[in-house]
């Protein structure tokens, strides 16, 4: 007997409305899980999310890294790093203008994380 495999589904991060319902109301699907788990790790490192905050809160809605770097007492190339890894976790896009890079945050992928970990203020 073969095995079949489930069809391959896709989670659109960046969709307006969530793709799942609270994890207070029912369990996460797989493939959710998947799909949310590398942004979730993304933001569970401090300098990440304070990096993530400061560009999500930024005015205009961007923020140029020149204005990031001098935040931390890290080097360059760590605060690029942490960046990066935002960039690939699908939480920020980025922009070379000249010499500078600017952030910005992506709201569908924060909308679908705050509505998966929605709690209702009624539920006991």
Not at 26 to 36: E, I, Y
Not at 49 to 67: F, N, R, T
Not at 91 to 99: F, M, N, P, Q, S
């Amino acid at each position: 007997m073969s095995k079949q495999s489930a069809p391959l589904v896709t989670i659109d991060l960046n969709a307006a409305t969530p793709c799942c319902t609270p994890l207070t109301q029912r369990p996460v699907p797989a493939q959710a899980a998947g799909a949310f788990a590398a942004a979730f790790k993304a933001l569970g490192d401090p300098v990440r999310l304070q990096l993530m905050s400061m560009i999500a809160s930024a005015e205009g809605g961007e923020i140029c890294v020149c204005d990031l770097t001098p935040a931390f007492e890290l080097t360059g190339p760590t605060i690029s790093h942490h960046l990066r890894t935002l960039r690939e976790a699908g939480l920020v896009d980025a922009e070379r203008r000249g010499t500078w890079v600017y952030y910005r945050a992506r709201p569908g992928i924060l909308r679908q994380l705050a509505s998966l970990l929605a709690v209702d203020p009624t539920a006991p």
